[in-house]
């Protein structure tokens, strides 16, 4: 899976192949978890409290850059890189 952003360890990919909802993946430590865009929610997986917290704080922040990634992913094109959460 392409790595669209890196922060505090915390490393954010999308599938080219996904199913919906809108959603891109996590991977933090050993942990790993799916996260809705629309809804900054949490739908699948782990994260630490502290990681949860910064990850959804970054999603609401880039939501539209995370849905138009998500479009070129369905479309098979390159993903853009997002700015990580400073």
């Known amino acids: 899976m ?7 360890g915390i490393r954010i990919t999308m599938n080219w192949v996904e199913h919906n ?3 891109f993946h996590v991977e ?9 865009i629309r809804k900054a929610q949490l739908t699948n997986g782990f994260l630490p409290n502290k990681q949860l917290k910064l990850v959804l704080a970054w999603c609401e922040l880039h939501s539209d850059e ?8 369905r479309d098979g094109k390159l ?8």
């Open 21 to 23: 909802p809108p959603h």
């Open 79 to 86: 993903l853009n890189d997002i700015s990580p959460l400073m």
């Open 28 to 36: 933090y430590a050993e942990n790993k978890a799916a996260i809705d």
């Open 66 to 73: 995370l849905m138009q990634n998500w479009e070129l992913a």
């Open 2 to 8: 392409p790595e669209i952003s890196l922060f505090y």
